[in-house]
C-alpha cells in the first residue's frame, strides 16, 4: 500500500488537506469521497518512508496459468465472478496473491467490474489480461478467454524456459573459467613465485607477466572488486536513458549467433500477443499498442509504434514495417497477406507457430556451438596460465 497526499473541498466548501494510505489512487479517492470530500489534487508519495514493506512475491508465471485455468474453469461451470475468485483465493499458497485476490472479491460485491477491480493491481495482472477480461465481459465469453490467456502465458512461459535453458549452459561455463582463473593466479602461481626466485635465472616475458599479474590481483584486488561495483552502477544509471538503451538493444540484435535467437525470440512474443488479442476482437490499435509495450527490445518496439502511426493514417501495417531490417520479410509479407485477406490474426498465429518451432533449433543449435567454444576458451586460459608456469620449470631441471 502507498500513503498519497490530497487536497480537497467538503461538503460545507471548507479547505481539505492531508495524507491518506490506499492501494491505489482510485481507492484512495473513493475513500476521501465517502468521507464528503471532493479531491482535485492527489499525488502518490513515493518517498521510502511512506512506502510500506511488501511481503510475499508476485505470482510465479507457472502458477499464473493454473490460476488462469482454474479461472475459466470455475466460470465456464457457472459458478459466479466473486464466488470464483473466493474459491481461487483461499486455495492459492501465495499469501500475497491471496490477498489480492481478497481485494477484487471486495470490490466485486461493490459493484466494479472484474476488469477494473484487476487494473487496481497492475503488479499481479497485466495490462494485456485486464483488456483481454474486459472484451470477455463485453462479449460475455469470460471463461473462453481466460482460457485463450492461460494458453498465452502457457506459451510465454515456454518461450522464457528455452531463452534461459539456451543462455544458462554458456553464463554457468563462463563463471566457472572467471573463477578458475582466479583461483590459478592467487593460489597456485604464488606458489612458484618465490620457487623462480631462489634460482636466480631470467623469465621468459611471458611468465614474468603473469607472475606480475597475480602479484597485481592480490594486492589490490579490493580495487578490482571496486571497479566492477563502478562498472555495475555506471551501466544501471546508463540502461535508465532512453538513447542509450536503444543502443544496447540494437547491439543485442548484432551479437553473432545469439543475436539471432534474440530476434526470433522477440518476433514470437510480438506475433503471439498480437495474434491472441485480434482474435479476442480486441481493436487493432490498442492491440498494437498493448503488444508495443510488452516486446523486450526497443527496436522492435519502434516499429510496432511507427505501425500504429501508419494504421492511424489509414496505411498498411506491412508497409511500415518493410524498410526495417529487424523485421524479416517473410513476416512483412504474411502480415501483408493477412491485412489484404483479413485473416491478420490467422496469419499472425502461423508466424508465431512458425518463430517457436524455429526457436527450438536455433536452442539446440546455440547450445551446439557454445558448448565446444567455451570449452576451447577454458581450455586456452587455463592452459596459458600453466605454461607460464612449467616453460621456466623445464630450465630449473635442466640446470639440476
Do not use: C
Request: proline content about 3%; glycine content about 4%; aromatic content about 10%.
Amino acid at each position: 500500500m502507498l500513503y498519497y497526499r490530497y487536497k480537497g473541498r467538503s461538503l460545507q466548501g471548507k479547505l481539505k488537506k492531508g495524507k491518506l494510505k490506499a492501494e491505489t489512487e482510485m481507492e484512495a479517492v473513493r475513500h476521501l469521497e465517502q468521507q464528503g470530500v471532493t479531491v482535485f489534487e492527489i499525488k502518490a508519495l513515493d518517498s521510502f518512508l511512506y512506502k510500506d514493506i511488501a511481503i510475499g512475491k508476485p505470482i510465479k508465471l507457472r502458477d499464473f496459468v493454473i490460476f488462469l485455468r482454474q479461472f475459466s474453469t470455475l466460470i465456464e461451470a457457472g459458478i459466479p465472478i466473486n464466488e470464483s475468485v473466493d474459491i481461487l483465493a483461499k486455495q492459492t499458497s501465495n499469501k500475497a496473491f491471496a490477498f489480492v485476490l481478497d481485494k477484487i472479491k471486495e470490490n466485486l460485491q461493490e459493484g466494479q467490474s472484474l476488469s477494473d477491480a484487476m487494473r487496481e493491481h497492475r503488479k499481479y495482472f497485466p495490462e494485456l489480461l485486464t483488456r483481454m477480461v474486459h472484451a470477455g465481459e463485453i462479449s460475455g465469453n469470460l471463461d473462453e478467454i481466460l482460457d485463450n490467456m492461460a494458453n498465452y502465458y502457457e506459451k510465454q512461459y515456454a518461450l522464457k524456459q528455452k531463452i534461459k535453458t539456451a543462455l544458462a549452459y554458456p553464463l554457468m561455463v563462463s563463471v566457472f573459467a572467471i573463477m578458475i582463473t582466479i583461483f590459478l593466479l592467487v593460489y597456485i602461481v604464488p606458489i612458484f613465485t618465490d620457487l623462480f626466485a631462489s634460482f636466480g635465472e631470467t623469465l621468459p616475458i611471458y611468465t614474468v607477466f603473469i607472475l606480475k599479474l597475480s602479484t597485481f590481483i592480490q594486492n589490490t584486488w579490493w580495487l578490482l572488486l571496486a571497479f566492477i561495483l563502478f562498472l555495475v552502477l555506471v551501466a544501471s544509471f546508463l540502461v535508465k536513458s532512453e538513447k542509450t538503451a536503444y543502443k544496447i538493444d540494437a547491439f543485442k540484435l548484432r551479437i553473432p549467433i545469439i543475436g539471432s535467437f534474440i530476434q526470433k525470440s522477440q518476433l514470437t512474443r510480438m506475433t503471439q500477443t498480437l495474434s491472441t488479442l485480434l482474435n479476442s476482437s480486441v481493436p487493432i490499435l490498442q492491440s498494437v499498442k498493448i503488444t508495443e509495450n510488452i516486446v523486450d527490445n526497443r527496436l522492435i518496439a519502434q516499429v510496432l509504434n511507427l505501425s500504429r502511426d501508419a494504421l492511424e493514417r489509414g496505411q498498411s501495417m506491412a508497409e511500415a514495417m518493410k524498410p526495417h531490417s529487424v523485421i524479416p520479410p517473410m513476416v512483412v509479407q504474411m502480415i501483408a497477406v493477412g491485412e489484404r485477406t483479413g485473416s491478420l490474426d490467422k496469419m499472425l498465429h502461423k508466424i508465431a507457430d512458425f518463430y517457436e518451432k524455429d526457436l527450438d533449433e536455433a536452442s539446440d543449435k546455440l547450445k551446439a556451438l557454445i558448448e565446444p567454444l567455451l570449452i576451447i576458451i577454458l581450455a586456452i586460459v587455463v592452459g596459458a596460465i600453466v605454461l607460464a608456469i612449467v616453460i621456466p620449470m623445464f630450465t630449473i631441471f635442466e640446470l639440476l
